[in-house]
């Protein structure tokens, strides 16, 4: 369900009929300068900007999970320089075409996607120095396996930065909807149990930067999904 709903959201932005396309959608997830990155922007459905707080230098190699249409891909690239690599994985074929044109037109060689899951990451261990990842761990049914993929890719003294949709109590009937699956709602967890998770998985300093409480109207912006206030 979440792939393909994704795949229905890239076609939409693509086509200009989506509601995610514009990029005052990508601003309003933190991306101040968003419409200088053409399609990776307007097809962009993350929830904030993981490199904002990211001390990515050049030279580092950067892992992003979930990379959808490359957005973040490209300002990675940017930080990183020629000589660091930025890794994006991603489910959707069509996803991770969108995301390899984009670095291409871009002009940068330094980007490689690659078609995988964030549960079982087709990246070597102990190899990256970032991870980042921007609205998707919410999405995936096994966090902690997730967790310990991270853990398992990262340098020693290596870093991550995760910008994700944290909920408290939800009604049942929400937590068993596919379609809020799909809207980064149903499959998300608590902040509580999300910071628990990352040290369970002997990931250290683990903290909040920084919070944003989203109304309901501007989820229905960035998601395309009519959530209950």
């Avoid at 514009?22 to 990776?40: I, Q, T, W």
Wanted: net charge negative; glycine share 8%.
């Amino acid at each position: 369900m979440v792939k393909e709903s994704y795949t229905d959201m890239l076609k939409g932005a693509q086509e200009n009929q989506s509601c995610c396309t514009s990029s005052p959608a990508a601003r309003l997830a933190g991306y101040e300068d968003a419409e200088r990155h053409g399609e990776a922007a307007s097809a962009s459905f993350g929830c904030g900007d993981p490199l904002a707080f990211a001390g990515v230098r050049e030279g580092d190699s950067v892992l992003d999970l979930g990379s959808g249409a490359g957005l973040d891909l490209l300002i990675a690239a940017e930080k990183t320089g020629p000589s660091g690599v930025v890794i994006g994985v991603d489910m959707t074929d069509d996803m991770v075409e969108v995301a390899r044109r984009n670095a291409s037109q871009a002009g940068y060689s330094n980007i490689d996607v690659r078609r995988g899951l964030i549960e079982d990451l087709p990246v070597d261990s102990n190899s990256v120095d970032w991870v980042i990842s921007n609205c998707v761990i919410n999405l995936a049914p096994d966090k902690p396996k997730v967790f310990s993929e991270i853990s398992r890719v990262m340098k020693p003294g290596a870093r991550f930065s995760i910008s994700d949709i944290v909920v408290e109590d939800l009604p049942e009937w929400i937590r068993e909807s596919a379609a809020a699956w799909s809207a980064c709602v149903a499959g998300a967890i608590s902040e509580q149990a999300y910071l628990e998770g990352l040290r369970s998985a002997g990931l250290e300093e683990v903290e909040v930067t920084e919070r944003l409480v989203y109304e309901a109207s501007q989820l229905r912006a960035i998601l395309c999904e009519d959530i209950p206030g």
